[in-house]
């Protein structure tokens, strides 16, 4: 009985993750002929590429730290200075 409910579990996971890539590749296909406009191809190049000089001048922006890039160094115990 528990090896007929498990290929029965088995196979109903099997046959839904078909159904949903199914689904999933269908709409992604409807989603193509959108983005296959040249409007909509400019306009995502142009919010991308703001997005990407954003993020470059609050890079360039941005104060470095001093010291180890992890963060704050440990203190040498000993007390020689490394």
């Known amino acids: 009985m528990r090896v007929q409910l498990t290929a029965f579990l088995?196979?109903?996971?099997?046959r839904m993750t078909f159904a949903w890539l199914t689904c999933y590749t269908m709409a992604i296909d409807k989603a193509r002929a959108l983005f296959d406009h040249s409007r909509?191809?400019?306009?995502?190049?142009?919010?991308?590429g703001a997005v990407l000089q954003g993020f470059g001048v609050r890079l360039a922006l941005s104060q470095r730290s001093r010291g180890s890039p992890y963060g704050r160094r440990r203190r040498d115990p000993r007390g020689t200075g490394r």
Not at 10 to 14: K, N, Q
Not at 40 to 48: I, L, N, Q, S, Y
């Open 40 to 48: 909509v191809r400019r306009a995502m190049e142009a919010v991308t």
């Open 10 to 14: 088995g196979l109903l996971f099997s």
